[in-house]
């Protein structure tokens, strides 16, 4: 892995259930994109969050994520969300190896 790819950083939606929608990489989301995304989560009742994730998804190496935003009232903290992406994650690496 070179040291560009342990320092990536993107945008998503990090759902509570910890699924995720990447937002982009290259330049901050717009609000349309994001009252967009918060729209999305209101027609199927949830909350989410908007986070910067930093890190490279698809390698076993350490990934961290940052709270920007509540998105939609979400009823689980950030943490909760963040240890359910995290092990989801996991089970994708490990599927995908």
Avoid: C, Q
Avoid at 12 to 34: A, F, K, M, N, Q
Wanted: net charge negative.
């Amino acid at each position: 892995m070179t040291a560009g790819a342990a320092r990536e950083r993107r945008w998503l939606l990090l759902v509570e259930t910890g699924d995720h929608y990447w937002l982009g990489r290259v330049s901050d989301p717009s609000e349309d994109e994001i009252g967009a995304a918060e729209a999305s989560l209101r027609h199927v009742g949830t909350g989410g969050f908007l986070a910067v994730s930093e890190g490279d998804y698809w390698s076993r190496g350490p990934m961290s994520l940052l709270e920007v935003r509540r998105l939609n009232k979400p009823d689980a903290s950030f943490e909760v969300a963040v240890a359910a992406f995290l092990a989801k994650r996991r089970v994708a690496v490990e599927s995908a190896s």
